[in-house]
């Protein structure tokens, strides 16, 4: 069983910053990467940041050297630390994971319910 709960959205203006955390509750398998990703309005939804299971971690073009993605492998958290806000960062931000049931050979992901971000100009 996986449960994602994200929180720390807000509303901010230009050059804020802002800090989301995901708590996955899981049992009965192995979280392998956990991620964020952003759905602007009237676009689909798309890949800000990732770390994987070996600890490397990997961010879109837009997201670089302002988003930074921290993982604590023991509470099973995943922060994503915001930093130079834009107004086209403005989104609803998903916690993402790929989790591999125990007896299974193929990664599931699961989603949380999102947390909005919105940035003013």
């Known amino acids: 069983q996986v449960q994602l709960v994200e929180s720390g959205g807000g509303s901010v203006q230009t050059g804020e910053s802002l800090r989301l955390t995901c708590a996955a509750h899981v049992s009965g398998g192995i979280i392998e990467s956990m991620a964020w990703y952003r759905q602007a309005p009237g676009k689909s939804r798309e890949l800000v940041a990732r770390?994987?299971?070996?600890?490397?971690?990997d961010y879109s073009d837009s997201a670089k050297g302002r988003f930074f993605i921290y993982r604590d492998y023991v509470k099973k958290k995943v922060d994503l630390a915001m930093n130079s806000l834009k107004p086209e960062d403005t989104g609803v931000y998903y916690c993402?994971?790929?989790?591999?049931?125990?007896?299974?050979?193929?990664?599931?992901?699961?989603w949380g319910h999102g947390t909005q971000v919105t940035v003013s100009s």
């Open positions: 993402n994971t790929e989790f591999l049931h125990y007896g299974r050979t193929k990664r599931i992901n699961y």
């Open positions: 770390t994987s299971s070996d600890g490397t971690s």
